[in-house]
């Protein structure tokens, strides 16, 4: 094991100096460290925690923050970070503070006790802007943005290389309800993103999204980030395809169960992408799909569901409404809002009659299919359109090493979550587009 961890360590740290090409590379660790309010010492006692013991929780932190420093990565993205504790709080600062690091914390809202630390190393970047996102919904969670600029020589294509950097957790899905919550988290960090991204009048550049998505490449909110162009790192590095679910798992939960629900996800600038309320209102057709079917329900079925009591050949606006009430995605604090709603049904409408004829059905809610977004092309590029840096991925590295292969080994006591840190390289490409 210690092998292991030295040659990941190793590599992370040669390879964020110079790769078989001679680029420069940078590194980026995500991380959830299971705060100790939360850490059960006991399944007999589960009122038990780490929290009670300051030696364990104590040690516990000490031997997570030796992995860190020793891996060196570029970026370091901690979830689940206990805010609430002082003495905690100043041990990660001063061990990464001496370590030349940069840190931002942020609590989640209604002092739930824990959140997240961002730690970026001031080699590698200046910090241009910090900003916090709360989403203020029933799971009191947060994102945190940074936006950041590449020192020489790790800005070897442009002087003024830029990357903006996200933090977040999102809620665990505790039941049925909560699965439109985590949707709607993800829907407004890519909002943030996009209105941050419009205020300082950015040009096109990377975006990173690190952290506990808390749900797999099953789900609703993978796809989501698929349609709008972001890549899953330790995917593309290990070049698994989206069907490749359980080649890797991340965590195991207070369940029992073992899953992959840590991401690093990178959306470059030469990938076309669609709007995104298109991709939102996508997302939420692609749940309402699954609730439908699963009762094996057939299209036509699915259509008169929709239409109630109405006796015509088409659903009205009301008929819509009470279908997503019966579906559980409305009706609730939970729910979506007034506004979403309105959102989807536009979308929906496509000849804005204020009716659902069944061709819109069929090709707007039934048999609406999500796709991958393409690069821009060399092909594409002739011509006028700008050229920007962008990342490849060159390698992405799990640990413990078994969870690679879809094992939680019983030994592993660090976190509930294993760490995850990917190797990226600046390249030259084209930017692209917005599309419809």
Known sequence: ?????????????????????QQPCISCTTFNILAPIYKRLSQKD???????????????????????????????????????????????????????????????????GDGLLTAVHKDYFRVVNSRDLLFNDCGDRVAQLLHVELLSPYSQYDAHQEVLIVNTHLLFPHDSTLSIVRLQQVYKILQYVESYQEEVNLSPMPIILCGDWNGSKRGHVYKFLRSQ?????????????????????????HRGNICAVDFIWLLNPNRYRKLLKTSWSEAVFGMFRYLL????????????????????????FMGFCETLRQLNL????????????????????????????????????????????????????????????????????????????????????????????????????PCSQLVS
């Open 1 to 21: 094991m210690k092998g292991r961890i030295s040659k990941i360590g190793s590599y992370a740290i040669s390879s964020s100096i110079k790769d078989q090409h």
């Open 46 to 112: 589960q009122s038990l925690r780490e929290s009670d013991n300051r030696a364990y929780w104590l040690g516990r932190n000490h031997r997570i923050l030796d992995w860190l420093l020793y891996e060196r990565s570029s970026i370091i993205c901690l979830q689940e970070f206990w805010v609430g504790n002082e003495e905690l709080v100043k041990l990660y600062e001063k061990r990464l503070g001496d370590a030349g690091y940069l840190c931002y914390k942020l609590g989640r809202t209604n002092n739930r």
């Open 229 to 253: 162009g972001f890549v899953s790192s330790y995917d593309t590095a290990h070049r698994y395809t989206d069907s490749d679910a359980h080649k890797w798992v991340s965590h195991r939960n």
């Open 293 to 316: 079917r699963r009762t094996s329900i057939t299209a036509e079925d699915a259509f008169a569901f929709l239409k109630t009591d109405n006796d015509g050949d088409h659903i009205t």
């Open 330 to 429: 409305t009706g609730h604090c939970n729910g979506l809002t007034t506004k979403e709603i309105k959102d989807l049904w536009i979308q929906a409408d496509t000849d804005g009659n204020g009716l659902l004829d069944y061709k819109e059905f069929q090709q707007r809610i039934w048999n609406q299919t999500w796709s991958e977004q393409r690069d821009a092309e060399d092909g594409d590029a002739k011509g006028n359109q700008e050229q920007t840096v962008g990342f490849s991925v060159k390698n992405a590295v799990l640990f413990p090493p078994e969870v690679e292969k879809g094992i939680w080994p019983e030994n592993y006591s660090l976190s509930d979550h294993a760490r995850l840190t990917v190797v990226f390289s600046p390249i030259r490409m």
